[in-house]
């Protein structure tokens, strides 16, 4: 990377960079004022996150580190944000995380405007498009607004990222301090403390910082410092976790583990969860529908590899979002179900930005050389238009959707519940191995594949035997269902690969309910 301004880390900041931090500072909590009722926002009711699950969770850690409670009982979650929101537990919640929350907003922003500078976007510039790919586009920006751990991982990865840029400059060989260098060290090691899946990101941006201080001025004395820094974070985390935990993994590890990830299928995840996960699931919609320039953002982050002066610049993006992505859509826990009811579009939130700035490169490079852009944005569109069809399969044919009758009982009970599909192959676990979804109508329950195709035979167990789940406080208590069981499915559905219009684009108009099966 060349022309890129030498930078020494001193903290002095220009007025214009103070214009801007104000602006995105007062959009954050413009926001956060719009996302709550006025009861809550003059602290006469708590806020509703206060009863949710994983908000919960975030702030009875919180309070415990704030009376110095190291019960394992009491921190469920990695200690990063709790840590955060600790200093302030004597507030109320909404104030003590809109507190941590906008810093960590302003922070990722910090680190979003030196690398957008690096593909010519400055000043307000930035602050739009940043605003834009965070809390001001629809349906995207409740990710930011409402407390999740990737609200720091976030802030974390994006400051990393700008830092590491300094290593890449090879005019200017000493652009990143020692200082800086400690804090990049201590930076990457929170990363994977705040959220363990993360590790991919933190280590591919800390071999690209080092290569760059390597391969740039042998900045062996920087490169010691990142590594210092990280492995006195890695300690300290570490103490942390034995004081609570002791020398074991916690639950929440445990479970996670459980879950684990299915690499095989990352296509498959991939166009429930971006293209269109109807009719394979009752209801939702694609990312790609609410957000469809992400292909343009890809292509123009793409293209910064095409470009011999931005080249590792691009790596710098590609290769962490990249990991990132493929861990996420591989991550069995994440489904098409609960991507907007729960809110897990939130895992995505710190690639939208970097995918923003390919959007601002691709639209700079249609200007100067059209034929390029629409050389590396066609490739995307057409996988964007490929479709995954469910066609009805026989019984002694794999199937990836096996559809039951539905039951006249809570949904939820269903959705949570302890039980299993039996095949010919064995029993799998509802949520673990394989996930039931109800209908909205409760006509019908939807079996969905999660690890391998169904083979057939196929019995649904509502209270199975011989068969455990691991510890996961996040369930609702479970009974036995209405109606009678075992259940054999009505129909078995496997995909076929087709192309057609874009599902994600107007008129919408592919196929949202399932094709009847044949009469037997």
């Known amino acids: 990377m060349t022309n890129i301004e030498a930078r020494d880390g001193r903290a002095a900041l220009p007025e214009s960079a103070l214009s801007e931090l104000a602006i995105v500072a007062l959009a954050f909590l413009v926001g956060v004022v719009l996302s709550h009722p006025i009861p809550m926002l003059l602290l006469d009711q708590p806020p509703r996150f206060a009863g949710w699950f994983d908000q919960g969770q975030y ?5 415990a ?32 995380t809109t507190l941590v929350d906008t810093a960590c907003f302003l922070a990722a922003y910090w680190g979003f405007r030196e690398v957008a500078r690096l593909v010519g976007l400055s000043g307000i510039s930035a602050a739009v498009v940043f605003l834009l790919s965070t809390i001001a586009w629809p349906q995207i920006g409740s990710g930011w607004l409402m407390p999740w751990t990737t609200t720091p991982s976030a802030a974390l990865i994006w400051l990393a990222l700008a830092w590491t840029t300094r290593t890449l400059d090879r005019d200017h060989p000493q652009a990143l301090s020692l200082r800086r260098a400690a804090a990049l060290g201590a930076v990457l090691a929170l990363i994977p403390l705040g959220r363990p899946g993360d590790v991919p990101v933190a280590a591919l941006i800390g071999a690209i910082a080092a290569w760059g201080l390597i391969r740039h001025g042998r900045r062996w004395d920087a490169l010691g410092a990142i590594i210092g820094a990280g492995l006195a974070v890695v300690a300290l985390g570490l103490a942390l976790h034995l004081a609570i935990h002791g020398p074991r993994p916690s639950l929440y590890m445990l479970l996670s583990a459980a879950y684990g990830t299915n690499l095989a299928w990352t296509g498959w995840k991939a166009y429930l969860l971006l293209v269109e996960p109807r009719p394979w699931y009752p209801e939702g919609y694609g990312l790609l529908r609410v957000l469809p320039w992400l292909p343009f953002g890809l292509a123009g982050l793409l293209l910064l590899l095409a470009d011999a002066r931005r080249r590792m610049l691009g790596l710098l993006l590609v290769l962490p979002a990249a990991a990132y992505t493929v861990v996420m859509l591989a991550y069995i826990d994440l489904l098409p179900s609960g991507l907007w009811a729960f809110g897990n579009v939130h895992y995505f939130k710190w690639l939208l930005p970097a995918l923003a700035l390919g959007m601002v490169h691709w639209l700079s490079r249609l200007r100067h050389r059209p034929a390029a852009a629409a050389l590396a944005v066609t490739p995307l569109l057409l996988l964007g238009a490929l479709r995954l069809d469910p ?36 029993a799998q676990r509802n949520l673990l191995d394989v996930h039931l979804v109800p209908a909205p109508d409760q006509h019908r329950v939807l079996g969905e594949a999660l690890r391998r195709d169904f083979a057939g035979n196929e019995v649904w167990q509502d209270v199975p035997r011989g068969v455990s789940w691991p510890v996961n406080p996040m369930e609702v208590a479970t009974r036995p269902l209405h109606g009678p069981f075992p259940r054999r499915p009505v129909a078995r559905y496997a995909p076929s690969l087709g192309i057609g219009w874009p599902c994600w684009l107007p008129p919408y108009a592919c196929p949202v309910t399932l094709p009847t099966p044949p009469l037997r």
């Open 59 to 63: 702030l009875t850690s919180a309070r």
């Open 391 to 426: 066609v009805p399969v026989a019984a002694d044919r794999p199937a990836r959707l096996v559809v039951f009758e539905g039951v006249d009982d809570d949904g939820a009970l269903v959705y949570f519940g302890h039980s299993s599909i039996e095949d010919a192959a064995g």
């Open 65 to 96: 580190l704030f009376h110095g409670d190291l019960s394992p009982g009491q921190h469920w979650y990695p200690m990063l944000y709790p840590l955060l929101l600790a200093p302030f537990a004597g507030l109320p919640p909404l104030v003590q």
